[in-house]
């Protein structure tokens, strides 16, 4: 079974401008959940969604949204970028029936300048 | 403040000896938790979970150990292997409303496992 796919795997993008990352979950896997990791914060939860719909958030800012589709396809958006924003970008997916239990993709690498 | 704490941001062991990554906890709600192994550049890979009704959970050379009144777990690794060495990250999660697929982590441990 293949695993969770992540595009793009590297991205550069300047101040100010917005970013769209896109996750593709395990097949089966309805729960697709996103986090940030950087340096100083480590892992840190984004937000979960199930069936289309937002069912857990995470304390960053509205710039942060995601969106999930009815094939469980998920993409976040990152809008009006700040340095502080660089990080990697890490999907996770795991079946309804154990949300905790989540597997990860290989991430998105977002450098902002 | 951090509910998921690894102490020790590294660990070095022999090759066939056995190695211990600890991870405590304060949220006496958290009640699922996990083991990640990472290698830079690539998302957490799953090692292991950990149910809170259970003291123990053992996968091949993997076995993970949860002491409830300490809010304390640990993952045994024996024997260990050069292919060990990455980042080990421990998490946890709660099972009260609003927490579904909200994963804690902490901040990592970097083992290495010398030849």
């Known amino acids: 079974k293949a695993g969770v796919t992540q595009t793009p795997r590297y991205l550069i993008k300047t101040r100010g401008q917005q970013v769209t990352l896109s996750c593709s979950p395990i097949?089966?896997?309805?729960?697709v959940s996103w986090y940030q990791q950087t340096p100083g914060q480590g892992l840190q939860f984004l937000f979960e969604?199930?069936?289309?719909?937002?069912?857990n958030k995470g304390n960053f800012p509205g710039r942060f949204s995601g969106r999930q589709f009815s094939n469980s396809r998920s993409e976040m958006n990152v809008s009006t970028l700040e340095l502080g924003d660089s990080a990697l970008y890490l999907c996770?997916?795991?079946?309804?029936?154990?949300?905790?239990?989540?597997?990860f993709g290989p991430g998105t690498r977002l450098t902002v300048t | 403040d951090q509910q998921v704490k690894q102490n020790s941001p590294s660990l070095s062991v022999q090759e066939g000896r056995i190695s211990i990554l600890n991870c405590d906890y304060t949220?006496?709600?958290?009640?699922?938790f996990l083991w990640y192994k990472k290698y830079p550049a690539e998302g957490p890979t799953f090692l292991i979970s950990i149910s809170s009704i259970k003291d123990k959970n053992e996968d091949g050379r993997f076995t993970v150990f949860l002491n409830k009144s300490a809010k304390h777990l640990s993952l045994h690794i024996v024997p260990s292997q050069p292919g060990d060495s990455a980042v080990y990250f421990c998490?946890?999660?709660?099972?009260?409303?609003?927490?579904?697929?909200?994963?804690?982590f902490g901040k990592g441990t970097k083992l290495s496992v010398k030849p």
């Open positions: 949220n006496s709600m958290f009640d699922y």
């Open positions: 998490a946890a999660s709660g099972g009260y409303g609003g927490s579904q697929g909200n994963l804690i």
């Open positions: 969604y199930f069936s289309e719909t937002q069912r």
């Open positions: 097949s089966g896997h309805r729960s």
């Open positions: 996770a997916s795991s079946l309804s029936s154990n949300p905790n239990q989540q597997y």
